[in-house]
């Protein structure tokens, strides 16, 4: 079925470990996101891309980097997981800015 | 700035009435809309959308909002509950304007509880 493949579904780190999360969408969508979400509040944007080789920060970028060699992958990168790194991580894509996104199934990041 | 604020954190109805959950935005320009639902475990799924046009928008599994621009509110409802509409509702929002990618802000979100 087309849409939004994350892996890995569920990780527990130590503090200082790094770690890459992997997006994977065969829609052909240009844009490509990445959102962590905690209780209370909603999602934030942490990195996107508008098309292939291309990133830019969002609301949230420190501790993470990202990289887009391939149009259908977005890869988010942790360099020193923190505690405050605990959280879902959401990827979404979108074939414009004026549709709504396709969200992947998340991925639960535990950071001890 | 923009913003969403949806003022109910939870949600209950008994199944088989309307329901309503409340999402009121702040944005430069004509805003764009957008609802999505996420149920446990599960990421967001697009519920529906407004652009432009209708006040009234339709959208999946029976789903629609108003778009009330005086007040400046996209309420989502459905005639008549389920069990099944049980769930986690997020309320978006992004300017209009042109050119490039636009922010989209989400709201904290609502849950949803219909009662049997």
């Known amino acids: 079925n087309a849409g939004v493949t994350q892996t890995p579904k569920f990780r527990v780190l130590k503090t200082g470990q790094s770690m890459t999360l992997l997006c994977a969408q065969d829609?052909?969508?240009?844009?490509m996101y990445w959102y962590r979400q905690d209780p209370g509040m909603g999602l934030r944007l942490i990195h996107y891309?508008?098309?292939?080789?291309?990133?830019a920060k969002g609301e949230v970028p420190d501790g993470y980097n990202v990289s887009r060699l391939k149009k259908q992958n977005f890869l988010l990168g942790l360099e020193s997981a923190a505690p405050s790194q605990t959280s879902v991580y959401f990827c979404?894509?979108?074939?414009?800015?004026?549709?709504?996104?396709?969200f992947g199934s998340g991925t639960r990041l535990t950071v001890v | 700035a923009q913003s969403v604020a949806q003022p109910e954190d939870q949600v209950n109805v008994a199944e088989g009435n309307p329901l309503t959950v409340k999402c009121t935005y702040s944005?430069?320009?004509?805003?764009?809309l957008f609802w999505y639902v996420q149920y446990p475990n599960r990421g967001l799924q697009f519920l529906l959308k407004y652009i432009t046009g209708d006040n009234l928008v339709k959208g999946s599994y029976g789903f629609e909002a108003e778009f009330n621009k005086s007040q400046t509110s996209f309420h989502l409802k459905k005639p008549s509950a389920l069990v099944s509409d049980s769930a986690l509702y997020f309320c978006?929002?992004?300017?209009?304007?042109?050119?490039?990618?636009?922010?989209?802000?989400f709201g904290t979100g609502t849950k949803l509880q219909v009662i049997p």
């Open positions: 944005v430069s320009g004509n805003p764009y």
């Open positions: 978006a929002v992004r300017g209009s304007n042109s050119g490039g990618y636009q922010k989209v802000t």
């Open positions: 891309s508008v098309g292939e080789g291309t990133t």
């Open positions: 829609m052909n969508h240009e844009y």
């Open positions: 979404a894509s979108s074939y414009g800015t004026f549709n709504g996104y396709t």
